[in-house]
């Protein structure tokens, strides 16, 4: 009886360490993936707002379409590489929240 309880407690605290262990990988991961996007949010808009004092002083037509044809393709490339920035951020995070759990999910027995 003894050592039943004793195998139930140890088994708790070695969840317990697991899910420490994750929420930490967790907690880092979000914030990172929140830094990233305030330094993405600030740096698109002072590239707008630079943009519209340009647009401001185009001369002709013809200038204010180029500057913001210029703008609207640097932004959607900015865009496109901050998004794949934020997936490959995500996925890591995702690995790295997992691996403390490989160990006793590899220790589980198999269902048939």
Do not use: C, H, R, W
Not at 4 to 19: C, R, T, W
Not at 36 to 65: M, Q, R
Not at 85 to 99: F, N, P, Q, S, V
């Amino acid at each position: 009886m003894m050592q039943n309880f004793e195998d139930v407690q140890k088994l708790g605290k070695d969840n317990m360490e697991l899910a420490v262990k994750s929420f930490g990988t967790v907690s880092k991961g979000v914030q990172a993936i929140a830094v990233e996007v305030a330094d993405y949010s600030k740096k698109s808009f002072e590239e707008g707002t630079a943009v519209a004092e340009k647009l401001f002083g185009a001369k002709t037509i013809d200038k204010a379409v180029e500057i913001q044809s210029t703008y609207f393709k640097s932004a959607y490339e900015s865009y496109v590489a901050q998004a794949t920035k934020i997936g490959e951020l995500y996925a890591d995070l995702a690995k790295e929240a997992y691996k403390p759990y490989e160990g006793v999910l590899g220790k589980l027995p198999a269902v048939k």
